[in-house]
């Protein structure tokens, strides 16, 4: 069924360089035929397509040539591609959840089409793809929301023998997890014990996250989450084989390096994986399709979703429960609003277009308690233009410096997340430069790991490869003494080990070697803490303080576990453990 997720049926040759001739033929009434190419920017790089006409109608798009993220892109070209066969015309809107790789693309069709003269004939703007499901379904569990925590739990789900499906309101599953860097919290770990890491513990995981929220996170949900950590984290790589690095990051606020890091250091390798074992169990999975309320009988017990899909509406029948692993709503700016002024249309956001709070709203609907709703959380280093996270900025976590508009550092790199972004505002243009060397950015693997984002930035005049410390401070007008006497302490500091200034916690890289990466970055909106009650089962709690009967929530949609702010690195570790959690809870009553 096309509703389904699938892989779109590309020709993704690697044809660099190579040009092929359109074969344009004329008709007697005056419209072409043939095949054309173009070229449009996406977010990576060019995207390459080519468009058959016959008689004046688009017949076939063609992605040839693309740097985009498959996982995300594939299912916006299809979209996109569907729009303008059924309207005759490159003039559609772009795929929400994948604008940049959306815009490259219609570019490229309109390349083809206006770079050879082709004249459509006239199509019907007016047409649509109308959905292709049914107008019910019935499933024993179903889950909304299909990044990290959603497939933890459908995984339990089926390992039960549970019929499950999971509803998506993208073109493309994965949520933030998927545009995350997919580091993961554990203690005593073994990647720990390879790197010689003595001293962790759940317990000092538990301090380090209830500290870092404000001792607002509630004590028995914080417990869980750093007692199953590792359980957690065996899972992802015994059961769903995600494949980690041997190296650890130290996020800010956390005692020790232990944040786990995927291989390829995105997210993308976590969804990969988790939506192959999904499938392998039958689970079943719906995008472009939106949850709109939950279904309640008369004794307000949960026995549904409400759904649209193309427009129309559908209803999944939930025999046992349902699951809201909708995500947060970072990228809701009327909701963000709501609940803390502060975060305005000033900021930009890192997360998916689908972060709007959508499970959080529909639970409330059917009496479901809020708490923490006021915290927001900001990235500090993020895309000025974009609002996107920077991963290549991740060396920050193995000692790059941050420093300010007058080349000074003004706070220290591994605090928590808002106390480096309440630090940025604050500094001359409310933007920060981060900086680090060549040795540094091979030794963590990140210049490779992360070369699309280092070419985008570069084109985007927001990070400087220069090959002096010179040449940098002239391009970004920073004051060259002040900055050199800045570089030369974070040298010294390095060497000792010992941080005079703001006691870096796992110490400063040296910023010798050239060639020097100075990246220009601002705080974006990230994760917000706030979102539904629930209880150690995951049971969604109303206002009276009792379970909703057959509902379940996990993930950035619940509030009570990060507290006031969340250290980095704790999100996939929540969202796998209280995902597992409701997976297997639920029908167990």
Known sequence: MKSKTKKASYFLLAMSGLVLAACQNDSSDGDMSGTYQGTGEGYQGDIITEVTVEDGKIKTIEVIESEETKDLAEPAFENLSEMMIATNSADVDVVT???????????????????????????????????????????????????????????????QGFSVT???????????TLISGGEMNAPNTWVQEELGIEGDSPEVFYEDTMEGGNYEGQEEMVRIMTDKALESAEWLRDDIEVEFEDQLFQFGGHSFQRALIPKG??????????????????????????????????DNEVVGVLATNKEKEITFNANEGVVLTTGGFGANLEMRQEYNQEYDDRYQTTNSPGAEGQGIVMAQKVGAAVDNMEFIQTYPVSNPETGAISLLADTRFDGAALI????????????????????????TGGYTYQIWDHKLGEETGNLTAHAGELEKLQEQELIYVADT?????????????????????????????????????????????????????????????????????????DEDGNPIKNLYAAGELTGVIQGANRLGGNAITDIITFGRIAGKTIGQD
């Open 404 to 427: 300010n508009q007058e080349g000074q550092r003004f706070v220290e790199e591994l605090e928590r997340r808002d106390v480096i972004s309440e630090a940025i505002i604050e500094q």
């Open 469 to 541: 410390l010179e040449e940098g401070a002239e391009y970004w007008d920073i004051p060259l003494e002040q900055f050199m006497e800045t570089i030369e302490m974070i040298n010294e500091y390095a060497e000792t080990g010992e941080d005079l200034d703001y006691n870096h916690r796992a110490g400063l890289a040296p910023i010798k070697e050239a060639p020097f990466y100075l990246q220009k970055a601002v705080p974006s909106v990230h994760h917000t803490m706030g979102g539904l009650v629930i209880n150690e089962k995951t049971e969604v709690i």
């Open 166 to 176: 999971m509803l998506e309101k993208l073109p493309v599953t994965g949520g933030n």
């Open 265 to 298: 250091h995105t997210g993308g390798e976590l969804i990969k994986k988790l939506d192959a074992k999904a499938k392998e169990l039958g689970v079943e999975i719906y995008t472009e399709t939106s949850a709109e309320d939950l279904i309640t009988n008369d």
């Open 97 to 159: 959840g994948a604008t940049g790789s959306s815009n490259g693309y219609i570019e490229a069709v309109k390349d083809a089409l206006e770079s050879n003269e082709v004249v459509l004939a006239k199509g019907d703007q007016s047409a649509s793809v109308s959905s292709e499901l049914e107008d019910e379904y019935e499933y024993d569990v179903v889950v909304v929301g299909a990044g990290g925590a959603g497939y933890a739990a459908a995984i339990e789900a089926a390992e």
